[in-house]
């Protein structure tokens, strides 16, 4: 029974709770019932980048959210049943002002503060989310991303290609696709070995960056066969940025890939090209882009060809 009351004697000391708040590793961050910063332990300072002495007492709650909307969407929540009983909130993912203003993702758990049944004010528990969400976005991009080339994949080709078909049908904005492959990548590639091969499929990719926009998008299909999404962008104009891609790439190959002799026949592209037409589907529209790049290749190769309106026209 002594040791009982002495543990609680312990646990109510404010000498107890006070280091209890400051060895916490998340942040801790209690406020009146105005709003005022009271509590700000050396957890939150090194979340937000302040220090206690110019925030407690001096700062409101909403000083410390990139947005004062965060702040009353949080009080908000408070009051309601979602994250958990009334009076508390449990697990909400907001924002709060870091060092340099960066916006830090946190996972917010509170609650209100009561004394004789009169709500004096609330504390927060803030979770730093930055190495999770960090974690969360290298595996969203190894999960769309092709790793030899870092162009996006196949997947993810099908996903973007229906979210820009979306696009079109809503906004009427031309959309065009371009297939291509490597004309006589076959031969360096065994004469050479895989790692020159790399070399030269990653040379496409330096070369993407030097000719395609940051809102076109260019796939690795497999292989040496690549695909590329160009929004808001008629045929003759798609046909125009291919001439002018399929040039850049011949000649970055020339300078970059002379020291392995003149033996082989030079890497080139054979590119199909087309527009997407009112009504048509996925499979179409990538099918006459394929036929044209067939053409292409079986007209000798390093050539763009713009695809007929209708197969087989």
């Known amino acids: 029974m002594v040791l009982e009351q002495q543990r609680m004697d312990m646990m109510a000391s404010k000498d ?3 280091k209890l708040v400051q060895t916490c590793p ?3 961050i209690g406020i009146d019932r105005k709003g005022t910063v009271i509590i700000f332990n050396a957890a939150a300072e090194k979340l937000t980048g302040l220090a206690g002495k110019d925030v407690i007492g001096k700062l409101s709650i909403q000083d410390v959210y990139p947005d004062p909307e965060i702040a009353r969407e949080v009080k908000k929540q408070i009051y ?11 697990g909400l993912e907001v924002t709060v002002k870091g060092p340099e203003g960066r916006k830090i993702p946190i996972r917010l758990s509170a609650a209100l503060i009561f004394e004789d049944e009169v709500e004096v004010g609330s504390v927060g528990f803030f979770h730093d989310l930055t190495d999770r969400k960090e974690l969360e976005e290298e595996l969203r991009r190894r999960s769309i991303t092709d790793s030899l080339t870092n162009l996006y994949n196949r997947r993810h080709f099908h996903t973007t290609l229906m979210e820009a078909m979306a696009r079109f049908a809503r906004y009427k904005r031309p959309l065009s696709m371009a297939v291509f492959d490597l004309d006589n ?4 590639n065994d004469t050479y070995g895989h790692q020159e091969g790399d070399n030269i499929l990653r040379l496409v990719t330096e070369c993407t960056r030097s000719v395609f926009r940051q809102t076109d998008h260019t796939f690795r299909l497999g292989g040496d066969e690549f695909a590329v ?6 045929l003759a104009k798609a046909g125009q940025v291919m001439e002018r891609f399929k040039a850049h790439f011949t000649e970055e ?3 970059k890939m002379e020291y392995l002799g003149r033996t082989l026949r030079p890497v080139t592209m054979s590119i199909g090209v087309a527009q997407l037409a009112v009504g048509e589907k996925a499979d179409k529209f990538q099918l006459r882009a394929d036929l044209a790049m067939y053409e292409a290749k079986s007209a000798g190769g390093n050539r763009v060809v713009l695809a ?4 087989g026209e």
């Open 80 to 90: 309601s049943k979602e994250h958990g009983a009334p009076g508390s909130v449990e």
């Open 253 to 255: 190959w020339s300078l």
């Open 185 to 188: 990548f076959k031969p360096f």
């Open 16 to 18: 107890f709770l006070d």
């Open 229 to 234: 999404l160009l929004v808001e962008t008629d």
């Open 308 to 311: 007929s309106k209708k197969i």
């Open 26 to 28: 998340d942040g801790i």
